[in-house]
């Protein structure tokens, strides 16, 4: 068998220690549009902050391809793919690479909001690591005294942090009228506002930008809707991220958000898999196929892909969305339907002392989802509970009460865990 | 791949199991006194007494065959040895705490050592040629290192 | 509130430069004599409710414990000493019986300590046991008179126990002691090739596959007691009294009655236990007679029973009565024997020493002759192997041991086991204080000791030229009396050192 994966990142990688878990021989082809060794995305803003160096930015050891016996064309670029001769065509080295089967782990491309179109120098994405080794760069040359972000979600106020962590001086904007919006509601979503503002950040809500200033350096100012102007003198944007679809592919994927797979991965033409932010597969939570962008989802599916790539049949029961956030010495936990709000959902919320937001969202005697800010040491058990769809019903009273544990959990749980 | 058992029927709740994994961790492995009189912070336990009024045991790390926390560390930082013990490369760790809330059991902790914030897990004190500690010290062999699925 | 008399017995002694907070201690006190104060962020005694168990000691990871007698000298006093005082005052708030556990701790002479064993020397050789066989096993159960054919040299045997070291687990119930405990002893028992008794208490289920090297008592409560039972059992006892405690009842009250001891015992949840003081049905040797028929008859004259006494002072008289009411196994009861509660007047003043005991009514059923018709076994206060080897000489088949068999299980004899919380999750039925006593390690202890005593007890008779524990039984020529008065020697039929 000979397996093409395209993408170094989590999604991929997985999909080689799936692959391997089953086939020792076969060949595996891995290509990649950056010439970087395998790292981890959400180490940017790490990095950037001083907190880790390059070589521990990778995300496996050096000599993960050799040991794994894989081929890697890194700085080449796949720009389409043949289902009928089953070919990959590689750019800029012009050929065609052969496939039994192909592993699509292109993951997500940053979303460009219409304004910033264009060549702005000041201009940042940030995204990968190349945008941040030249955002160093830049950091460095051009010493900017305000930088502002356009985006107040995960990946923006992670760029804020290093930005502060950098003594830098930072302005948020975010159209919505909170941080966090897509897995945080409006209480513990002001918990981290407060928190932020503390340590020195500037914020405008609910206000887009509609035009820039700009002037010899690129962009200058910021026009927000109400005409309100920030100035600035550079510009990061974190604006959100959709999936990164390989240019074209002959006969067509079938996509919605991303290229829909499913619970093996599988896209609509057989021997072609999928797996990561470019993948739209089953929520375990939500019970629909709906795109999960984040790094577990991306592992899990990319060895669910790599395991039956190989052979193996195994199937995945869906992906949950959560995510840990530290931000500037604030822990931050969500994870599952953390936003919903519907009828049939009952929030169960605890709050204090000091920074601490804690919510359950039930329905039907399950935990759907959850928000855990400032105290987030307890998270794992209620998202293992989420996990089993556990009917809490015996135990209700004791959700968020301080001593939760496995004491309060049926038998089954606990002779799981002794 | 042998695992440490709680055998709830026997444990005492006494916590020595917690004393001698945050002994064994410390900068002074072989001295209980030494090691929570002279290290500069509180030494912490990877293994946790649960007590209830039914039953108590000391709980770590399973070692999960399909690790949530493998999967969710986004560093690589979490890996399986080729012994099959699930570690914590404390070097590589940004404490980041995805797997605090990717562990269904709760089973890995943050800590505070001195402002420097640590995410400590069991190791199955992989590097002794015993058993991990907290099996030697049980004054009750109320935790047990067996293979797996063996009973008593 | 009138202000309380009681002072602390005991002072637990903290060595700060040790201590590392780390709270064990207050985890295993079941008496709450170490306590976390959140305020000072530290352990700190409480020491009035100390009963120098030493689990904290023992469990200390830093050994900065240490229990210390609370020492508070009293106005010198011959006659009232601080313990007399100490009592009234008890008893003056509290108007209730002083109750005590485990056995009589008063400074009465220790026979045992008092006889000396002989051993060989160059008119006879000895015997070297790691060279050559010696004999323990022991056989317990009525003897025939002759061989009815002589030429045939084969007798049918009544109903025997067979030991292999003549050594047995002496009765205490499941209620008194915990689940733990009895599986502990049950399994040693059986690893080693002897009994161990349920006690008065019935037998749990848990425990039947035990059950052929377990015996059961029938005692004044009847407690559990059923036909299945008796005849499962591999021997039966009828328990008439109590070394520690002659002339007493039981009472276990309620709330150690819960559901496994309410079932095994057979009556009703959460209940009082009462053992009345006499069995309602026996008021004399004929009645006795009756019922040890009844447990013969109702298990097909397949099992030995046996009857247990504690020692009084015509226990000669009692005991050859006992013998021609068709006992197997007459059980001598000292007064030094255990309990799990006794009013503590009772046990420190009432009864015999076992020594005495055993060698007055040997002698006696010697000279009636009926000796061999049934074994004779005593209990209370054997400590060691030199106690049975002692003992044996003196006419013991065999003996029983309580408290020493507690010790290996870690009771380190606080006399607390009335309260029911006991530390090292003997006495006790409080589950999380149970869980304290595994029986694997329980097990394994009991049969260390025992193994050791076989050892010992092999070395003793192999010195004194004896190859057989059967040569050694009421060989009374192998004890001398150091210490003693002439009437002494003459009840304990021996000569005195030297002689
Ligand atoms: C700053 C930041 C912080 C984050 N923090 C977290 C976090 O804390 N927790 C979390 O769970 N998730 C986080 N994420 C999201 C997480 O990084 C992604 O979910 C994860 O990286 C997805 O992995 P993937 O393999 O699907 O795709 P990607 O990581 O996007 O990798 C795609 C790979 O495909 C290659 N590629 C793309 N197109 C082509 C092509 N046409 N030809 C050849 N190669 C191609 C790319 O070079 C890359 O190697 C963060 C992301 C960012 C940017």
């Known amino acids: 068998m000979n397996y093409v994966i395209i993408g170094n990142s989590t999604a991929a990688i997985a999909g080689v220690e799936g692959i391997r878990e089953v086939d020792s021989q076969g060949e595996i082809v891995l290509i990649s549009r950056e010439t970087h060794h395998t790292y981890s995305k959400p180490l940017i803003s790490y990095y950037l902050a001083g907190k880790v160096s390059r070589e521990n930015m990778d995300y496996r050891p050096a000599d993960f391809y050799a040991r794994n016996r894989v081929k890697t064309y890194l700085g080449q670029e796949v720009t389409s793919i043949n289902p009928e001769t089953k070919t990959v065509h590689l750019e800029p080295e012009d050929v065609d690479l052969s496939y039994e089967r192909l592993l699509i ?10 304004v910033f179109r264009g060549d702005y120098l000041n201009l940042h994405q940030f995204y990968c690591l190349d945008d941040v080794l030249n955002l160093s760069r830049s950091l460095e040359e051009e010493r900017p005294r305000k930088i502002a972000i356009i985006g107040g979600g995960l990946i923006g106020l992670k760029a804020a942090e290093s930005m502060v962590l950098r003594k830098q001086h930072v302005i948020v904007i975010e159209a919505g009228p909170y941080l966090l919006g897509s897995i945080m509601d409006r209480e513990g979503a002001a918990l981290v506002h407060e928190h932020l503002v503390e340590q020195g950040i500037e914020f405008y809500f609910s206000r887009p930008v509609i035009q820039l200033e700009t002037g010899a350096r690129g962009i200058e100012g910021l026009i927000l809707e109400d005409h309100t102007v920030v100035a600035c003198d550079m510009v990061l944007l974190a604006a959100g991220v959709r999936a990164a679809y390989p240019p074209t592919v002959a006969g067509g994927l079938k996509t919605d958000l991303g290229i829909l ?36 989802g991306a592992y899990r599916q990319g060895r669910i892909a790599g395991l039956n790539m190989a052979g193996q049949k195994k199937e995945s029961s869906g992906i ?17 339907l953390s936003t919903e709000v519907g009828d049939d959902f009952t929030p169960l919320s605890k709050t204090g002392p000091g920074k601490i937001y804690q919510k359950l969202i039930l329905k039907e005697n399950r935990i759907h989802g959850l928000i855990f800010v400032g105290d987030i040491s307890r998270a794992g058990m209620y998202r293992g509970l989420m996990t089993k769809k556990a009917d809490i019903s015996s135990y209700r009273q004791h959700l968020l009460s301080s001593d939760f544990g496995l004491k309060y959990l049926p038998e089954e749980y606990i002779e799981e865990v002794l | 791949m042998k695992k440490v058992v709680a055998i709830k029927e026997y444990c005492v709740a006494c916590g020595l199991c917690e004393v001698y994994c945050a002994t064994v961790h410390s900068r002074y492995p072989d001295s209980v006194l030494k090691a929570f009189k002279l290290s500069p912070q509180k030494p912490v336990s990877r293994v946790f007494l649960e007590k209830s009024e039914q039953w108590s045991g000391g709980i770590q790390c399973r070692h999960c065959k399909d690790a949530p926390c493998i999967a969710a560390c986004i560093t690589g930082a979490m890996y399986r040895n080729r012994d099959g013990i699930v570690l914590l490369d404390e070097e590589r760790c940004v404490q980041c705490s995805t797997c605090v809330i990717a562990c269904p059991y709760g089973l890995i902790k943050e800590s505070d050592m001195g402002g420097r914030k640590v995410l400590l897990k069991c190791d199955l004190c992989y590097q002794l040629a015993e058993s991990p500690t907290c099996v030697t010290y049980c004054p009750n062999e109320a935790l047990i290192w067996v293979e797996e699925g063996e009973t008593l | 509130m009138a202000i ?17 907070e780390c709270q064990v201690c207050v985890n295993q006190c079941a008496n709450e004599a170490h306590i976390w104060d959140q305020d000072l962020e530290q352990v700190v005694s409480n020491d009035v409710a100390c009963v120098n168990c030493h689990r904290c000691v023992v469990y200390c990871p830093t050994r900065a414990l240490r229990i210390e007698e609370w020492k508070q000298d009293f106005k010198k006093n011959a006659n009232w000493d601080g313990i007399s005082i100490k009592q009234t005052y008890l008893q003056a708030e509290s108007g209730g019986t002083l109750l005590i556990g485990m056995g009589n701790d008063k400074a009465y002479p220790i026979y045992w300590d008092h006889l000396l064993l002989n051993a060989s020397q160059v008119t006879n050789p000895s015997i070297d046991p790691l060279r050559e066989p010696i004999e323990l096993r022991t056989y317990l159960g009525r003897k025939p008179d002759l061989l009815k054919n002589p030429s045939a040299f084969r007798e049918e045997l009544p109903p025997q126990l067979q030991l292999e070291v003549p050594v047995m687990f002496s009765a205490m119930s499941f209620g008194s002691v915990s689940l733990n405990t009895h599986r502990s002893l049950a399994a040693a028992a059986s690893e080693l090739g002897i009994y161990w008794n349920a006690g008065e208490g019935g037998l749990h289920e848990d425990l039947f596959s035990y059950s052929p090297k377990t015996i059961v008592q029938v005692a004044s409560g009847r407690f559990g007691i059923n036909a299945s039972m008796l005849k499962r059992a591999g021997g039966i006892e009828i328990k008439i009294g109590q070394g520690a405690k002659p ?78 009411a068709g006992a197997d196994i007459i059980v001598l009861d000292g007064f030094r024997g255990g309990t799990g509660a006794a009013p503590l007047r009772i046990r420190d003043n009432v009864g015999l020493p076992a020594e005495f005991a055993l060698a007055a009514v040997d002698q006696r059923l010697r000279e009636e002759g009926i000796r061999n018709e049934v074994s004779l076994v005593i209990a209370g206060g054997i400590r060691n192997s030199a106690d049975i080897i002692k003992a044996i000489a003196l006419g013991a088949d065999a003996i029983y041991i309580g408290t020493a068999a507690l010790i290996a299980l870690g009771c380190h004899m606080c006399q607390k086991c009335y309260t029911g919380k006991c530390n090292w999750g003997i006495a006790t039925q409080q589950p999380d204080l149970v869980r304290r006593v595994n029986p ?6 009991l049969v260390n000791l025992v193994r050791s005593w076989e050892h010992e007890m092999k070395e003793m008779l192999g010195g004194m030229g004896i190859n057989a524990i059967e040569s050694l039984r009421g060989n009374r020529l192998m004890l001398r009396g150091v210490g003693l008065n002439a009437k002494e020697l003459e009840i304990l039929g021996i000569k005195a050192a030297g002689e």
């Open chain 1, 320 to 336: 949950m969305a959560f995510n840990s956030i530290p931000l500037l010495g604030l822990n931050i936990a969500t994870a599952g």
């Open chain 3, 4 to 20: 309380s008399l009681k002072l602390p017995e005991f002072l637990v002694v903290r060595d700060k430069e040790r201590c590392i």
């Open chain 1, 105 to 114: 782990a292109t993951g997500g491309s940053p979303i460009v909001p219409p």
């Open chain 3, 440 to 445: 694997k390690i329980g097990r394994e202890r």
């Open chain 1, 261 to 296: 797979v499913d619970n093996y991965m599988q896209t609509s033409i057989p021997g072609i898999f999928a797996a990561g932010d470019v993948a739209q597969g089953f929520d375990m939570m939500a019970e629909v196929s709906r795109p999960v962008p984040i790094l577990s």
């Open chain 3, 247 to 324: 002339g007493i009842g039981g009472h276990l009250p309620g709330e150690k009655v819960e559901e496994d001891v309410s079932r095994t015992r057979r009556i009703p949840y959460g209940s009082d236990a009462i053992s009345p003081a006499p069995h309602h049905d026996i008021y004399s040797i004929e009645d006795l007679r009756q019922l040890i028929y009844s447990l013969k008859e109702a298990t097909a004259y397949e099992r030995v029973v046996g009857v247990k006494v504690a020692a009084v002072h015509n226990i000669a008289a009692i005991a050859s009565g006992i013998a021609r």
